[in-house]
Nanobody
Framework: QVQLVESGGGLVQAGRSLRLSCAASGSISSINVMGWYRQAPGKQRELVAQITSGFLTNYADSVKGRFTISRDITKNTVYLQMNSLNPEDTAVYYC?????????????????WGQGTLVTVSS
């Protein structure tokens, strides 16, 4: 089993930055891909960014150029650097991990999830 613990959420003004962290523990060898999803009230869950065990990354179009995902293998930690935040980024952000090489867009089938951390961007 894998446990994911997130931190870094909070209230921030539009245009500012936040960095989310997610530390993994447990059966670390079960993890290949790691990533971040988010869900805003009344909206579908969406995949924000993912990073493979080979450090390949991809991003949702809505965050491309503003967000950066990174991974520290020695610390079993994944980060999401969020720059130029806007109110549309307001959501609960969930760290996720899976044995698979890649994540699904919806999150369906992803095995390991963090508890979620709330990011609120004010205008």
């Amino acid at each position: 089993q894998v446990q994911l613990v997130e931190s870094g959420g909070g209230l921030v003004q539009a245009g500012r930055s936040l960095r989310l962290s997610c530390a993994a523990s447990g059966s670390i060898s079960s993890i290949n891909v790691m990533g971040w999803y988010r869900q805003a009230p009344g909206k579908q869950r969406e995949l924000v960014a993912q990073i493979t065990s080979g450090f390949l990354t991809n991003y949702a179009d809505s965050v491309k150029g503003r967000f950066t995902i990174s991974r520290d293998i020695t610390k079993n930690t994944v980060y999401l650097q969020m720059n130029s935040l806007n109110p549309e980024d307001t959501a609960v952000y969930y760290c996720a991990a899976d044995r698979a090489r890649r994540m699904t867009v919806s999150g369906t089938g992803v095995n390991y999830w963090g508890q979620g951390t709330l990011v609120t961007v004010s205008s």
